[in-house]
T-cell receptor, first 108, second 112 residues
Framework: GIQVEQSPPDLILQEGANSTLRCNFSDSVNNLQWFHQNPWGQLINLFYIPSGTKQNGRLSATTVATERYSLLYISSSQTTDSGVYFCAVMTSGSRLTFGEGTQLTVNP | DGGITQSPKYLFRKEGQNVTLSCEQNLNHDAMYWYRQDPGQGLRLIYYSQIVNDFQKGDIAEGYSVSREKKESFPLTVTSAQKNPTAFYLC???????????FGPGTRLLVL
């Protein structure tokens, strides 16, 4: 099956810093989503982005499908951005495959 | 309020006991899913359903069972055959299997 690798596994920032999270995948995809899991376990949709670039406030994402990677940018980070960020992809089937996540800690 | 609800928030299981986790959605979504998350790991698919009265095994279906008798509901039963059930269980739904999935708040299952 498809492999999904996220990097870095852990990231510690000071409030106000910018960061880039990366997601590499091993096959062509027709669905890619970024999620944020808060400390209480809730998964929140950030982006549905199988290709191209999208922006939502301080967050933006870019997927380069031909090169099999996606990037999530967080600018001017806040303590509420802390949590785990997951990338999930779908190929021709009906299943999302999740990466292992990036644990982000934003210190005040 | 539209959304996905899961109950209970915490569930305790005794050895040899079957337990059922509830998942309800009022988003009028056709597809529903169950995932398992172990500490420090990503989510793994247990079962999914594309439409009422239909469901498919995911990657880790052994020891679990589901039903989909109503569009809004997709309960998951953790049977006694599941030898390591302690985990965080997340339910999701989407308009179709190709579209954005939305998640419920999760149920934490602990074995006594």
């Amino acid at each position: 099956g498809i492999q999904v690798e996220q990097s870095p596994p852990d990231l510690i920032l000071q409030e106000g810093a910018n960061s880039t999270l990366r997601c590499n995948f091993s096959d062509s995809v027709n669905n890619l989503q970024w999620f944020h899991q808060n400390p209480w376990g809730q998964l929140i949709n950030l982006f549905y982005i199988p290709s191209g670039t999208k922006q939502n406030g301080r967050l933006s994402a870019t997927t380069v499908a031909t090169e099999r990677y996606s990037l999530l940018y967080i600018s001017s980070s806040q303590t509420t951005d802390s949590g785990v960020y997951f990338c999930a992809v779908m190929t021709s089937g009906s299943r999302l495959t999740f990466g292992e996540g990036t644990q982000l800690t934003v210190n005040p | 309020d539209g959304g996905i609800t899961q109950s209970p928030k915490y569930l305790f299981r005794k050895e040899g006991q079957n337990v059922t986790l509830s998942c309800e959605q009022n988003l009028n979504h056709d597809a529903m899913y169950w995932y398992r998350q172990d500490p420090g790991q990503g989510l793994r698919l247990i079962y999914y359903s594309q439409i009422v009265n239909d469901f498919q095994k995911g990657d880790i279906a052994e020891g679990y069972s589901v039903s989909r008798e109503k569009k809004e509901s997709f309960p998951l039963t953790v049977t006694s055959a599941q030898k390591n059930p302690t985990a965080f269980y997340l339910c999701a739904s989407s308009r179709s299997t190709q579209e954005t999935q939305y998640f419920g708040p999760g149920t934490r299952l602990l074995v006594l």
